[in-house]
């Protein structure tokens, strides 16, 4: 019988339920903690203590804590839920489709540039408002655009997943990943996107060379087309059938910008958190609704069906928090923190940043979703970075890249099954393309992490 990964829903639960086990194993203990001069609560290295008694944890508290975490995280549900209402209703009026299409147009005949520019705008938008699905209605136009340049569907699936995967591994402003995991992490929701924003340019560069040097071999040689033979896809229309780029979607284009430029001063200078970041998203909705002339019912529906969109991703965060809070209320969570800190503790605190970022690779596996990878794995990273000598904004960048690289190339992203089973491309011929730019882009990230830790960054 054909091993089949459960869905992620039910493999958070098994962790809950393994986490559940494991405060009846493993030995109770505490770290002492302290203000660090960030004014951030960070644990005191070579404090851990084992507790003198042990208090275990009822079997019922498997199922308490579930709605205790979905109470623990509503701020982050909420939000996500504004946030996916918000966007559905720019979706609503054509701006995305009008801004890629008149890209895709432009640059139809120069496929170097389509290349690079593309996965560029691809990984912006993922970096700033955490697109991905959002891509899946450009699939067939890329492949009938890659085709009548005697390219192939590869390239085409290629451009978008490289732009989606550096997006979120370099995300500078991404809601359901970066504004998850700084805060867990003691961190302002935004904190670090200067440097993420810096690195985005250079890992599009890598991706975008891995893209163009393929579709070179394919365009002299269409045999060495790793999709050679196979059918390609029907349907698609060229990009004249986009809708035109007009102000009022330039307009909608400068209120988004405008109200992620007010979050990020908010935050910086007046202590906003996740009420106000929501309250100017739902400006921007409102502001969208105006400038598109969409009626009060329309926008109303589209909201609802943005929000229905992340209820999927609401659950597994509230999930994934149930599997700190037993770990926290069986007070096993400092222990496995000190576990983990031994072997990283020996190897200096440069590599020790790499192996997180390790660890978050393989953990992304089992929970492609990015909001819930946060929240199971930022309260053991955070901790951890303060034994190991890493910042915490570097530990945020280790799951960042964790996340975002291995997202393009784990079978268990629902994003990347859709877009391959679009194009027609089996798993197998996408992970031999696609697994050595994310084992470059990887590297790279190991390399970052290094200067930053040896730089200091937190």
């Not at 903690?33 to 003198?52: D, I």
């Not at 008694?53 to 804590?65: G, V």
Request: proline share 6%; glycine share 12%; with cysteine.
């Amino acid at each position: 019988m054909k091993f089949k990964m459960p869905h992620t829903l039910a493999l958070l639960f098994f962790l809950m339920v393994l986490a559940m086990a494991a405060t009846w194993v493993i030995p109770q203990g505490s770290f002492q903690t302290e203000l660090s001069p960030q004014g951030r609560e960070v644990v005191v290295p070579g404090s851990f203590q084992l507790s003198e008694e042990s208090d275990y944890m009822s079997p019922i508290a498997l199922f308490t804590a579930i709605p205790r975490a979905f109470g623990d995280a509503q701020g982050i549900i909420f939000f996500l839920f504004i946030i996916g209402g918000v966007l559905a209703v720019i979706r609503q009026t054509g701006t995305i489709d009008a801004l890629l299409g008149r890209l895709l147009e432009n640059m139809g005949n120069k496929p170097g540039t389509l290349i690079f520019t593309v996965i560029f705008v691809f990984a912006l938008a993922s970096s700033s408002m955490g697109a991905s699905a959002e891509y899946i209605p450009f699939v067939l136009i890329l492949v009938a655009l890659c085709r009548a340049m005697n390219l192939d569907s590869m390239t085409a699936v290629g451009i978008i997943i490289a732009g989606y995967g550096v997006g979120y591994g370099t995300a500078a402003f991404n809601q359901y990943t970066v504004v998850v995991a700084n805060p867990i992490a003691g961190l302002d929701p935004y904190n670090g996107w200067q440097l993420r924003l810096a690195i985005l340019l250079p890992f599009v560069g890598i991706a975008a060379h891995h893209v163009w040097s393929y579709s070179k071999k394919v365009s002299k040689d269409p045999s060495a087309s790793l999709v050679f033979g196979d059918e390609p896809p029907s349907g698609g229309e060229p990009p004249k059938s986009y809708p035109l780029l007009e102000w009022r979607h330039i307009f909608i284009l400068i209120g988004f910008m405008s109200a992620l430029g007010v979050a990020v001063w908010g935050i910086a200078t007046k202590g906003w958190y996740l009420n106000e970041l929501g309250a100017a998203f739902l400006i921007l909705g409102v502001f969208t609704a105006i400038i598109g002339r969409m009626g009060p019912s329309l926008v109303s529906r589209k909201f609802i069906e943005g929000a229905k969109d992340l209820v999927e991703t609401a659950l597994l965060v509230g999930i994934a928090r149930g599997i700190a809070l037993i770990m926290e209320d069986g007070q096993i969570l400092d222990t496995i923190v000190y576990g983990l800190s031994i072997p990283l503790s020996s190897v200096g605190p440069e590599i020790a940043g790499v192996g997180m970022m390790v660890m978050q690779t393989i953990l992304n596996l089992f929970i492609p979703s990015g909001s819930g990878q946060a929240f199971v794995t930022m309260p053991l990273m955070a901790p951890l970075g303060d034994l190991v000598g890493v910042g915490r904004p570097v530990a945020v960048l280790a799951f960042l890249f964790g996340d975002g690289f291995a997202n393009m190339v784990v079978p268990t992203n629902a994003v990347l099954m859709g877009i391959l089973g679009m194009a027609g491309i089996p798993f197998e011929k996408w992970l031999k393309f696609c697994l050595p730019l994310v084992l470059k882009l990887l590297m790279a990230g190991a390399a970052v992490i290094m200067i930053a830790v040896f730089f200091g960054y937190v």
